[in-house]
C-alpha cells in the first residue's frame, strides 16, 4: 500500500490522500484550502496527472475537504466519486455555492483564475456522484479487476458524527487495511450523535489532529458550556444588543439553530426571528427533511417549523437595526471575506452593545481568528478586503466543537491498533502533541506526519 498526502500545505488545508491498493487507485477528499486562493488552494493533482485513478471517495462536505471536486474529476474523468447517501444530497449545492464565491472574490479582489469551476461543470459531475448507506462495502476497482485479475478492493463508510453525512472510510485490499477517520466527533453534539466507529481494526489509520493542542479545560462540560451561552446571549438582549454566531453553513448553524431553539422552548429567550444565511436556510431544510437518515437526538425536530427563519440578503447588511435585540446566525464561520457573516461583523464591531460569540474552529490567520484573538479597544489587521478595525464589541469563544477532543482520539487509535499511523489534518504543535504521546503510549506503531507530496509505504 501507498498513500500520498496531497495537501498543498502542513496545516489543516485542503484535504486529499492518494492510495495505491492492489493496483488500484482512490482519492479520498478533494479539499479546497481555507487560507489560499486560486490555484494554490488545491491539492497537489499535478501528483494525478499519470496515474489512472479508479475512485474519488468524499468523507463529508465541508469545504476543505469537497471544494475541488470538480477540479478532481478533471484529472479523473472515468473515476467513480463515491460519498454517502446523506452527503449526496448536499454536495452539488455546497460546489454551486463555491463557484457564487469565487465570482464574488474574482469581482471584489480581482482572482483572475477564479472561477476554478462552473455551474455547468458541476452539472456534469453529478451524473458521476454516487450515494451509498453507511456500512456497506462497495467495490471500487473495475481497473485493478481487468489488470491483475485481483477482486476489486472495497470501501466502507461508517457515521463520523461530525456533520449531515460526514463519515470514516474503511478501504479493504486483498491483505492490507486502511482507515481514514476524516473528521470525527467522539460526543453527543446538540442535534447529530457521536461517531459510530466501532469495532474499526486496520493496518494503516489517517487520523485527524485539529484539536492535539487544545488543552481540556478541567471540570469542562457541554451542557456547561450551553448554559454559559445562554447565559451570554441573555446578557446581549438585555442591553438591547445583537449577536452574530458565525457558523459553517453545514454541521454549525443546524447546531446552533437547535440549541436557540431548545432556549426558546425553555422559555430562557424571548421567542424571535432568527437570522441566517442563503445557504445555510438551505442545509437546514435537508436537516430537516432527510432526519429518518441520520443517527441524531430530537429526531422530530423540524428547525425550519420551529424557529422563524429570516433569510439576510446581502443588499440588508447595511440597513438592518442592531439595536433591537436580533440574533444572527450567519455564514462563515471563520469570517471570511466576501460573507455576510464578514460583512455585518465589521460593521458590529465598533459598537460596545454588540456581542460576536464563536461557536466552532476558526483559523488564527482567518478574519475570525484574529478577531478572536483582539483585545477589547485594539485596532488589529481585520481582512485584506476591510483593513484595519477596531473592536469595542463582545467577543467571546464557546467550545462546542464537532471535532473529536485529543483523548478520546487517542483512545480511538490505540482501540484501531495500526501498525502505522498517518498524522494529517493539524496544525504542527497539534500533529507533534500526536506524535508524541502515540509514540509514548505505542512504540511498536509507526508515526508519520507525511510533508506536502511525500508518499508513504505501508
Known amino acids: 500500500m501507498r498513500i500520498t498526502n496531497l495537501n498543498p500545505d502542513s496545516n489543516i488545508g485542503a484535504s486529499s490522500w492518494l492510495v495505491d491498493l492492489d493496483d488500484g487507485r482512490l482519492l479520498m477528499d478533494a479539499g479546497m484550502h481555507p487560507k489560499r486562493e486560486g490555484r494554490e488552494a488545491l491539492p497537489l493533482y499535478k501528483l494525478l496527472d499519470d496515474k489512472d485513478l479508479d475512485a474519488i471517495a468524499i468523507s463529508h462536505c465541508h469545504h476543505d475537504h469537497i471544494g475541488s471536486l470538480p477540479v478532481a474529476v478533471r484529472h479523473a474523468r472515468k473515476a467513480h466519486v463515491l460519498m454517502t447517501e446523506l452527503s449526496g444530497y448536499l454536495a452539488g449545492r455546497v460546489l454551486h455555492n463555491s463557484v457564487n464565491v469565487m465570482m464574488r472574490?474574482?469581482?471584489?479582489r480581482g482572482i483572475k483564475e477564479y472561477p476554478l469551476f462552473t455551474?455547468?461543470?458541476i452539472e456534469e459531475n453529478e451524473?458521476?456522484?454516487q450515494g451509498f448507506k453507511y456500512n456497506r462495502p462497495i467495490e471500487w476497482s473495475s481497473f485493478a479487476k481487468t489488470r491483475a485479475g485481483f477482486p476489486s478492493?472495497?470501501?466502507?463508510?461508517?457515521?463520523?458524527?461530525?456533520?449531515?453525512g460526514s463519515a470514516g472510510i474503511l478501504v479493504r485490499g486483498q491483505s492490507q487495511t486502511l482507515f481514514f477517520t476524516g473528521d470525527v466527533c467522539f460526543h453527543d453534539q446538540t442535534v447529530l450523535q457521536s461517531a459510530r466507529f466501532d469495532d474499526i481494526k486496520a493496518d494503516v489509520l489517517i487520523m485527524e489532529t485539529t484539536r492535539g493542542n487544545r488543552i481540556p479545560t478541567p471540570g469542562f462540560t457541554r451542557e456547561k458550556?450551553?448554559?454559559?451561552l445562554t447565559a451570554s446571549i441573555q446578557d446581549v438582549l438585555a442591553r438591547r444588543g445583537s449577536v452574530l454566531l458565525p457558523a459553517f453553513a453545514l454541521g454549525r448553524t443546524q447546531e446552533m439553530l437547535a440549541e436557540l431553539a431548545l432556549m426558546m422552548r425553555a422559555g430562557d429567550i424571548p421567542r424571535q426571528p432568527i437570522y441566517i444565511g442563503g445557504l445555510g436556510r438551505v442545509f437546514t431544510e435537508i436537516y430537516d427533511q432527510k432526519a429518518h437518515l441520520a443517527t441524531r437526538h430530537l429526531p422530530n425536530l423540524r428547525l425550519t417549523e420551529?424557529?422563524?427563519l429570516i433569510v439576510l440578503e446581502r443588499d440588508q447588511l447595511e440597513a438592518i437595526k442592531l439595536g433591537s435585540g436580533r440574533i444572527f446566525v450567519l455564514t462563515a464561520g471563520m469570517l471570511t471575506e466576501c460573507t455576510p457573516a464578514h460583512e455585518l461583523a465589521l460593521r458590529m464591531m465598533s459598537d460596545p452593545k454588540q456581542a460576536i460569540f464563536f461557536v466552532g474552529y476558526a483559523d488564527p490567520d482567518t478574519p475570525g481568528g484574529r478577531l478572536r484573538a483582539s483585545k477589547p479597544g485594539e485596532t488589529f489587521l481585520f481582512s485584506a478586503d476591510a483593513g484595519e478595525a477596531t473592536r469595542l464589541c463582545e467577543v467571546q469563544e464557546f467550545d462546542l466543537t464537532a471535532h473529536a477532543n485529543r483523548e478520546a482520539l487517542l483512545d480511538f487509535a490505540g482501540r484501531v491498533s495500526p501498525k502505522v499511523i498517518l498524522l494529517g489534518h493539524g496544525e504542527l504543535s497539534s500533529r507533534q502533541w500526536f506524535e508524541e504521546q502515540l509514540q509514548a503510549r505505542h512504540p511498536h506503531i509507526r508515526i508519520v506526519q507525511p510533508a506536502p507530496g511525500l508518499m508513504v509505504e505501508a
Open 105 to 108: 472574490q474574482r469581482e471584489s
Open 119 to 121: 455551474h455547468d461543470q
Open 127 to 129: 451524473a458521476q456522484f
Open 153 to 164: 478492493p472495497t470501501l466502507e463508510f461508517f457515521d463520523a458524527g461530525h456533520a449531515l
Open 225 to 228: 458550556e450551553i448554559q454559559r
Open 306 to 308: 420551529e424557529l422563524e
